[in-house]
């Protein structure tokens, strides 16, 4: 079985930081693209910042400036470093990954989500 598993959600103030990692699992022969999104409440998912296996970062305006996303490929684990939070940014993240198996199958997974909650 396939998994990623969202860590390091929790409750911070307006101005704090928070670091997110996401570690993948299972019959992987490689990954391909990883990549964060969030989802308020009420609100549609969005995407939050990706990053390829090779070439530049993607990131959303409204965190642009804030929000780092990085890898590590020998832990299959992707990370968003999210300094200066603001209310705004309040919501579930997920990690995804575009990832080859061992039968060379290439397929999106989602994680579970982790929630980060920003007050003022």
């Known amino acids: 079985q396939m998994r990623l598993v969202e860590s390091g959600g929790g409750l911070v103030q307006a101005g704090g930081s928070l670091r997110l990692s996401c570690a993948a699992s299972?019959?992987?022969?490689?990954?391909?693209?990883m990549g964060w999104y969030r989802q308020a409440p009420g609100k549609q998912r969005e995407l939050v910042a990706t990053?390829?296996?090779?070439?530049?970062?993607n990131y959303a305006d409204s965190v642009k400036g804030r929000f780092t996303i990085s890898r590590d490929n020998a832990k299959n684990t992707v990370y968003l470093q999210m300094n200066s939070l603001k209310p705004e940014d309040t919501a579930v993240y997920y990690c995804?990954?575009?990832?080859?198996?061992?039968?060379?199958?290439?397929?999106?997974?989602w994680g579970q989500g982790t929630q980060v909650t920003v007050s003022s």
């Open positions: 995804n990954a575009d990832i080859r198996t061992i039968w060379s199958r290439i397929e999106t997974y």
């Open positions: 990053i390829p296996s090779g070439g530049s970062t």
């Open positions: 299972g019959n992987i022969f490689s990954i391909n693209a």
